[in-house]
């Protein structure tokens, strides 16, 4: 993040709305994959926290506000910690079934 903070503060129209009452359009959908993609390999290569990295890519190469991104990367982390623990909680009660019975 210490990296891309210069980069924010150079975009001084990052945060000038584009339309009143407007979302922007969704550019190239292969181009978030790709992005994703990288983002993932990153991940996993140095465990860094995947907000950190989609968060300014989305500023500077989507175009989106910094609040949109961090929403985005919030929502998505949210949903993802639900999902993770509910399947935890099923995976030990599956567990725990097949060795006490």
Do not use: C, E
């Amino acid at each position: 993040m210490m990296t891309t903070r210069p980069l924010l503060m150079l975009d001084r129209h990052h945060d000038r709305p584009r339309h009143p009452g407007t979302l922007p359009a969704m550019s190239n959908p292969l181009l978030y994959a790709f992005f994703g993609l990288i983002v993932g390999a990153l991940v996993g290569l140095t465990g860094v926290g995947g907000g950190s990295l989609m968060t300014p890519i989305l500023v500077l190469v989507f175009g989106q506000s910094p609040a949109v991104a961090v929403g985005t990367d919030l929502m998505f982390s949210a949903a993802t910690k639900l999902v993770a623990t509910a399947s935890f909680g099923f995976s030990r009660r599956s567990i725990g079934a097949s060795w006490g019975g």
